[in-house]
C-alpha cells in the first residue's frame, strides 16, 4: 500500500500487513508497538533535598573554620538556618540535623574565640598604663616651713583633797542570757533525675540555644532523639519556657530568610506547633 507524501504523520499498513510509522515523507523502522519518533517518556522528579544539602556543605565548612573569629560563628548560624528549613520541608533529618549539630558546635567556638580575643586588648593596656605609671618618678615631697609657737604660761593648779575610799557591795552577778537557738533553714529536697531524664534536659537546652521550637515542636525533637514520649515531656516541662516568647523568635527568623504575610505567619507558627494565642503573640511581637 502506497501513502501520499501529503498524509501527515501517523501509524499505517505499509502494504505488507505491517503498521509502520509514516513520518509524512518516507516510512521509518518503527514497527508498531514502539514509540514514535522523537517521543520521550516523561522522567519523575526526585524529591528535593537542597536545602539539607546546603546545611550539611556549609555546617562542615563552619566546623573547619569554627577557630575564627566571628567568621566561623556567621557560617555555623547559616548552616542552623539551613538545617532549620531543611526540617520545614521535610527533607532527610539525617543531613538537617547533622548541618545544625556541626553549625552549633562552630558557631560556639567562634564565641568563645571572639570573646578570649576581646579580653586580649584590655589585660596589655591595662598592663602597659600600670607600667607606664611605674616608670614615672614619684613627686619630691616639698619641705615644710616649720613653726616656732611660744609655749603658753602654765595656769595654776588648784591642790583637790583626794576623796575618801569607801566600801563599796560587791556587784550582781546577771547570769548571761540563753543563746537563741540558730534557725537552721530546711532546704526542700529536690526530685532526683535519672540517667535519661538529666541527658533528655541537656538535649533540649542545647536546641534551645540555638533554634526556637514550640512545646510540641521540642518534644517531637526529643522523640527523634530516640528519647522516650515521658522522658521528653518531663524534660521539656522541667525547663519551665516562654512558649510565647519562643514563638516571637520563630517568627523572627523566618522573617530574616523569608517574606510572609501576617496570616502567612500565623498559620506557618501554628504549623510549627503553637497555639493560637502564642501565634498571634509572636507575629504581633516582630512588627505585624
Known amino acids: 500500500m502506497s501513502i501520499p507524501t501529503q498524509m501527515a504523520a501517523g501509524w499505517y499498513d505499509d502494504g505488507s500487513g505491517t503498521q509502520r510509522w509514516w513520518d509524512g515523507s518516507q516510512w521509518t523502522d518503527a514497527p508498531a508497538g514502539a514509540p514514535a519518533p522523537g517521543f520521550r517518556p516523561a522522567q519523575v522528579a526526585s524529591p528535593s533535598k537542597t536545602f539539607a544539602l546546603v546545611a550539611i556543605i556549609v555546617g562542615a565548612v563552619a566546623f573547619l573554620v569554627g577557630l575564627v573569629p566571628v567568621f566561623g560563628a556567621l557560617v555555623g548560624a547559616t548552616a542552623i538556618v539551613f538545617g532549620a528549613l531543611a526540617l520545614r520541608a521535610r527533607q532527610p533529618k539525617i543531613l538537617s540535623v547533622a548541618g545544625i549539630a556541626l553549625g552549633s558546635v562552630a558557631a560556639l567556638t567562634s564565641v568563645i574565640m571572639t570573646i578570649g580575643l576581646a579580653n586580649l586588648p584590655t589585660d596589655s593596656s591595662s598592663t602597659a598604663l600600670q607600667g607606664s605609671q611605674s616608670s614615672q618618678p614619684a613627686d619630691e615631697p616639698k619641705p615644710e616651713a616649720t613653726v616656732t609657737e611660744e609655749p603658753a604660761p602654765e595656769a595654776p593648779v588648784a591642790e583637790v583633797a583626794a576623796p575618801e575610799p ?28 535519672s540517667l535519661s531524664q538529666e541527658n533528655a534536659v541537656a538535649q533540649a537546652e542545647s536546641y534551645l540555644e540555638f533554634m526556637a521550637f514550640s512545646r510540641s515542636g521540642l518534644i517531637d525533637q526529643l522523640k527523634y532523639e530516640g ?18 516568647k519562643q514563638a516571637a523568635m520563630k517568627a523572627q527568623s523566618y522573617l530574616d530568610t523569608s517574606a510572609f504575610s ?27
Do not use: C, M
Open 227 to 244: 528519647y522516650h514520649t515521658s522522658e521528653a515531656k518531663f524534660a521539656v516541662d522541667y525547663l519551665d519556657i516562654n512558649w510565647s
Open 262 to 288: 501576617r496570616q502567612g505567619l500565623i498559620d506557618q507558627l501554628r504549623y510549627e506547633g503553637f497555639t493560637a494565642k502564642q501565634a498571634k503573640y509572636g507575629v504581633k511581637a516582630v512588627g505585624y
Open 166 to 193: 569607801t566600801t563599796s557591795a560587791e556587784p550582781e552577778v546577771v547570769p548571761e542570757p540563753d543563746p537563741e537557738p540558730e534557725d537552721v533553714e530546711e532546704e526542700a529536697d529536690e526530685p532526683e533525675l
